[in-house]
């Protein structure tokens, strides 16, 4: 019975040690994808974006799309929701329970990946469906430019909000993170490290977060959410901006040097930093009122009109013998 008692204890140290490191890089995001049904009011404006993307080979829950990005606008009411990699779930499931049912090998069965064109648009007034077109090529042809615009400047002010509260650091409550990612004996002697950086607006009412996951230097992952509890059901996830594992060049030029810029700082903090760094003259004024040279001392230096400095100074740049 002891020895029983021992096992279970030793698994159970080896699991508290395993799921941390497991959680530690885990790459799966807590979000639920955004659904107009489940919103909890719809009441007020606001705008939403939320990108997703895993590779087949990665990803571990066949159910839920790998690959898709949603914008929705509340405006009077009125709820406008686009997708980009759009593939019906439910034609996606009855084409793998065939597969499954003739014991063949299963594919990436959502096949619409992300291209930057929306393919899918459905919108209400109060709830009531008003228009809902899932044909790619009609939804592209009439709101591309439209979805890509509004995508953008929303995607933008947010970043230059984060990018504000990291030069902000000392009111922002920054937080970076810096770790090395475990190395493969394959991928060489040179470390990588992940980045992670956060922040939040003074009115602790929003906090943003950007990560390099794979130490690329790149910004793959973004996200902001608000606390003003806005949300579509349990684990909604961040209910401003919500883009995991990026790999849309569109999207990594807006967001792509936010943990570099939180890690290594920016040019504008440079400039801050510049105009109140000390200059040599305050300096020398701190230096000779902390550090002096005794009373008694000093009385017989100048007694024997000796200038000890002068001469260090002159030492100093080869003057002296």
């Known amino acids: 019975m002891s020895h029983k008692i021992g096992v279970f204890l030793a698994c159970l140290f080896a699991a508290s040690i395993l799921l941390p490191a497991a959680a530690l890089y885990s790459k799966e995001p807590d979000f639920t994808t955004v659904a ?6 719809y009441d007020e404006d606001r705008l939403f974006y939320q990108q ?3 590779s087949h080979e990665e990803f571990s829950d066949e ?9 929705m606008l509340i405006k009077d009411k009125k709820v406008y929701l686009f997708q ?6 439910e034609l996606v499931k009855y084409n793998r329970f065939v597969l499954e049912k003739g014991n063949q090998n299963i594919p990436d069965m959502w096949q619409n990946k992300i291209d930057g064109l929306p393919d899918y648009v459905v919108i209400t007034n109060r709830r009531i469906e008003v228009q809902k077109n899932t044909t790619k090529e009609w939804v592209s042809a009439n709101y591309k430019d439209f979805y890509t615009s509004v995508r953008d400047k929303l995607l933008r002010k947010h970043v230059a909000i ?5 030069v902000n650091r000392l009111d922002s409550e920054i937080n ?25 607006t003074p009115d602790g009412g929003t906090v943003y977060y950007a990560e390099d996951a794979n130490g690329d230097g790149i910004t793959e992952t973004f996200t902001a959410h608000s606390s003003d509890g806005f ?33 290594y700082g920016s040019a504008d903090e440079e400039q801050v930093i510049k105009k109140t760094f000390p200059t040599n003259a305050d300096l020398n004024y701190m230096i000779n009122d902390i550090y002096r040279i005794d009373l008694e001392t000093e009385k017989f230096l100048k007694k024997n009109d000796i200038d000890i400095e002068q001469e260090l100074e002159k030492s100093s740049k080869g003057e002296g013998k």
């Open 36 to 41: 107009i049904k489940k919103l909890n009011r």
């Open 52 to 54: 997703y993307e895993k």
């Open 63 to 71: 159910s839920r799309d790998n690959s898709f990005a949603t914008l």
């Open 84 to 89: 980009d990699g759009y593939d019906n779930p």
């Open 162 to 166: 984060f990018m504000s509260l990291i």
């Open 176 to 200: 970076v993170s810096r770790k090395r990612i475990p190395r493969k004996i394959y991928e060489g002697d040179e470390p990588k490290f992940s980045t992670s950086v956060s922040a939040r």
């Open 231 to 263: 949300q579509w059901g349990y684990k909604s996830g961040p209910n401003l901006v919500c883009i995991v594992n990026n790999t849309q060049k569109d999207i990594e030029n807006i967001i792509g040097r936010l943990t570099n810029f939180g890690y």
